[in-house]
Every structure is written in C-alpha cells, then in structure tokens.
C-alpha cells in the first residue's frame, strides 16, 4: 500500500515537472497555449503582462484558479483524488516559479509540437496513477455527472475559448498554433493514457471472493462474478467483469496486485452504458 501511493505521488510530481518544463521551455515564449486551466492561466497571465503591464506569473495564476476547483472537487469528486490532484497543482506552481523561461528554438512550429510532447505526457502519466493535474479535470467531471455528458464535451468548450481569445488578441496564426499544440497534446495522452471516462475490467481469478471485499471497500462498482475454466490447465477459476471510471484504474491495479497477482485482467474501453451506473 505504501510503495503504490509513494510511486503515485513521485508520478504526479514528474508530471507537474514536465508540465512546467513545457510552458517555460516551449510555449510561453512563442506564445502558444496549453489545455485546459494551464493554458487560462497563461493567456491571463500574457493578458496582465502585455496589455496592462503587470507582471502576475502563470504559476500564480494557475494556483489561483485551482483554489475553488479543489474545494469543489472535495465535495462532489473525492477526498483522495482531489489530494493528488492539488499536489500536481502545487508543484506545477512551484516549478514555473523557479524553471527559468528559456526558448530553444525561434521556430513556433517546434515550440507547438515539443510543448504539445512534453506536456501531453505529464498529463498523461498523471492520469494513468488516477490523479488529475486539477483544474478542468476536475470541473468536467463534476458537470459530467450532473449533465449526464462525455468529459470530453467540456474539455473542448474550455479549450476552444483559449483558442479564440489567443486569435483574438494575438496574432490569428496563435490560435491555429494553439490548436496544434492541443492536437498533440491529446493525441500523446490517448497513447499513455485512455482518454474514455468509463471502462470494463475483466478479472480471471481464483479469489474473487477476497478480490470483490476489497473492491468494495475502495470504490462502489457493481460486479459481475461468473464461472470459468482454465482451456490449458483445466482448472475452475471465477470471472468478475466490472465496468470503472479511468480515475479508479489505479487503485484496481493496486487492489489486484496486492490479493490476486496471478490473476490475469483484460481492460477494454466501454464507449457507452445502458442502465444504472453510479455517478457520485
């Protein structure tokens, strides 16, 4: 138990340091802008410094704007998952605070794709351990469960407010370089990470009674416990399929591992669900 939640809070810090690493290495410099609250906070922030002349850092904004996200998340996500999320949050502030502003290149292109790399696999890594780098994580999967809507729906109007604003008061190539930039961010995360809100785990076990105890006292998720033979050995083993959200992937792996090691689990993505489904 304490080895998973080491490993998963030094995952989330690396992911905070690549996050950092590419708006202070990459797109703050050309500006180019991130997803999601990172990339308001560093439009405001560009806001602040070229049109009113006062210097708010995107580290501080960005802290900012996540205070009542993670107060709201608290409430209507989950403790634990809020907790990681404000400790990716918190170093990602304290990172573009100190990581110096440097551009490598003068090329936008690259500063687009290479920030769209380095921050897309930050993200990516954080969510693959069921933390979130905070901010519209947070936000869409609140709306989510009240609207009853993909993720996904709300990432894209966040984001496609970022894109007009930077065409709107930048140059018109600054958005399309912005939406580059998301393109390959996404695209990084889909590879690390599935981007699908919900998918279907089927566990092959000989402990599905001890697997579904401590299931059930992590998450809240029907279970589906069937029998099932072993083709080679012959041996009579229990199926259980259960569908879970990505943020609970984590702790699933870690729940198998601890009871069942020898269990063989296939992850499938679920594109939809008929029926009853717990949202809160």
Request: with cysteine; hydrophobic share 50%.
């Amino acid at each position: 138990m304490f080895i998973f939640e080491a490993r998963r809070i030094i995952i989330v810090i690396c992911g905070a340091l690549l996050n950092a690493i590419s708006l202070n290495f990459f797109l703050i410099g050309a500006n180019v802008y991130a997803s999601g609250f990172t990339g308001a906070a560093q439009l405001v922030s560009s806001v602040f410094n070229d049109f009113l002349n006062i210097g708010v850092s995107t580290g501080i904004l960005l802290l900012l704007f996540n205070v009542p996200v993670a107060i709201l998340g608290w409430f209507k996500v989950g403790k634990g998952f809020t907790i990681y999320s404000v400790i990716s949050v918190l170093f990602t502030s304290v990172f573009l605070e100190f990581i110096p502003i440097i551009g490598f290149s003068e090329d936008i292109i690259l500063n687009a794709v290479f920030g769209g790399v380095i921050a897309g696999t930050g993200v990516g890594m954080t969510l693959k351990v069921g933390a979130s780098t905070g901010g519209m994580d947070i936000v869409a999967m609140v709306l989510s469960r009240m609207k009853d809507r993909p993720i996904g729906t709300y990432f894209l109007a966040l984001n496609a407010v970022i894109i007009a604003l930077a065409g709107i008061l930048y140059e018109p190539e600054n958005a399309l370089y912005t939406l580059l930039t998301l393109y390959v961010t996404t695209r990084v995360i889909d590879a690390i990470h599935t981007r699908h809100e919900k998918v279907t785990a089927m566990i092959i076990t000989h402990k599905a009674d001890e697997l579904q105890r401590e299931i059930h006292k992590t998450m809240v998720r029907g279970i589906t416990i069937l029998p099932a033979k072993g083709a080679y050995t012959k041996s009579d083993k229990s199926m259980m399929y259960l569908v879970v959200t990505r943020y609970e992937l984590y702790d699933l792996e870690r729940i198998i591992n601890e009871v069942d090691p020898n269990a063989f689990t296939n992850i499938v993505q679920t594109t939809g669900i008929f029926g009853f489904f717990r949202k809160d």
